[in-house]
């Protein structure tokens, strides 16, 4: 398969900068999954120790990607502890 690949690159070289932003894209994809599956607080790995994990977050903890408008500082919290 490579050396398919490399065949048509270099009778294309047209194909490079295009494979490079899929290759590029794919590669940011799964960084952004596996930034979900390991830092969202919705995702529960360990049922047994820690089964509700978004219950013992801190409320000025930041764990969204990007927050705008939003200033995780000066939050207070705004329900009962369990």
Same mark, same amino acid.
Request: glycine share 6%; proline share 9%.
């Given at each position: 398969?490579?050396?398919?690949?490399?065949?048509?690159?270099?009778?294309?070289? +047209?194909?490079?900068?295009?494979?490079?932003?899929? +290759?590029?894209?794919? +590669?940011?994809?799964?960084? *952004?999954?596996?930034?979900?599956?390991?830092?969202?607080?919705?995702?529960?790995?360990?049922?047994?120790?820690?089964?509700?994990?978004?219950?013992?977050?801190?409320?000025?903890?930041? *764990?969204?990607? *990007? +927050?705008?408008?939003?200033? *995780?500082?000066?939050?207070?919290?705004?329900?009962?502890d369990f």
């Amino acid at each position: 398969m490579l050396s398919t690949m490399g065949k048509q690159l270099k009778s294309h070289p +047209a194909l490079i900068p295009l494979l490079f932003f899929i +290759a590029g894209g794919a +590669a940011m994809s799964m960084g *952004y999954l596996a930034r979900l599956a390991l830092r969202n607080p919705d995702v529960c790995w360990d049922k047994k120790n820690n089964p509700e994990p978004w219950n013992k977050m801190d409320p000025t903890h930041q *764990y969204k990607f *990007y +927050a705008i408008n939003v200033d *995780y500082s000066k939050l207070k919290k705004q329900g009962p502890d369990f």
